[in-house]
């Protein structure tokens, strides 16, 4: 079997397929990771989209290539929404409202409450950094820019980690970022952590609220899940979903993804499909708003 990674060797996603890989190889056999990056992942979702629908060719569906993409790019070589079919849902990843700690501590801003009220305060003053436009980051920073009524100007970097650095730099207020890359950061107390942008608070960062406690329904995370090629049967589905689940559920599954700062996310293929089809409802809005395109 074949499982197709959108995205370069190292990265988070790629090193949770592989663990997942290691964990179904006593049920399905030898799994071997596939990597194709480009083109925001593009490259490799039009790879499982056009694989023979016989369940050896699966892959990751994410964020950025089933919810995102398809709003922001004029063309697209897959149709996100019939060229795939659901396996499961496998990890979920809460973003993190971020602020340098003492330039935090300057503007007297302990909380997101604050931050809010700074801003309306101080009316086109605050900038946020994100890694590039129709980024994760820039598209978190717009939606909550709308639900709070407040300005801030978008700075876009070449990538996440150069949008970091900036924040640690003081050149940028604030970032909405990955929780995975910014608790170190937390931690270290470089950064201060103002709310989550999962509906729920996660249990990585206790003590942290939501914005969802100041905004109902926010809620903006980065997912990722098994897909395979529309037109697989429905049995293959239904054996593959078996593995991979029953591997998210094992205790050492658990333990490497929260090192990741991940969480498990098993679910059946009908609740990961319409998962993904509520992201892309949502993301819709949220790149229209945001005025971000790539031709």
Known sequence: MRLIVPYAPGGPIDVTARALAERVRETLGVVIIDNKPGAGGNIGADAIAKAAPDGLTIGIAATATHAVNPWLYSRMPYDAARDFVGITQMVRVPNVVVMNAAHADQLHIRTLADLVAYAKANPAKLNYGSGGNGSAGHLAGEMFKQRAGIYALHIPYRGASPAQLALLAGEVDFNIDNLAAAAPNIR????????????????????????????????????????????TPRTVIARLNKAFTDALKTPETK?????????????????????????????????????????
């Not at 608070?201 to 609220?209: A, E, K, R, T």
């Not at 333990?255 to 992201?279: G, I, K, N, W, Y």
């Open 188 to 231: 270290s107390g470089k950064l201060r952590a103002l709310a989550v942008t999962s509906l729920e608070p996660s249990p990585l960062l206790p003590g942290v609220p939501t914005v969802a406690s100041l905004y109902k329904g926010f809620s903006i995370d980065t997912w990722w899940g098994l897909v395979a090629p529309h037109g």
């Open 255 to 295: 333990a490497r993804f929260a090192a990741l700062l991940a969480e498990p996310v098993p679910t059946t293929p009908e609740q990961f499909d319409a998962f993904m089809a509520s992201e892309r409802a949502k993301y819709q809005q949220v790149v229209k708003a945001s005025g971000a395109r790539v031709d």
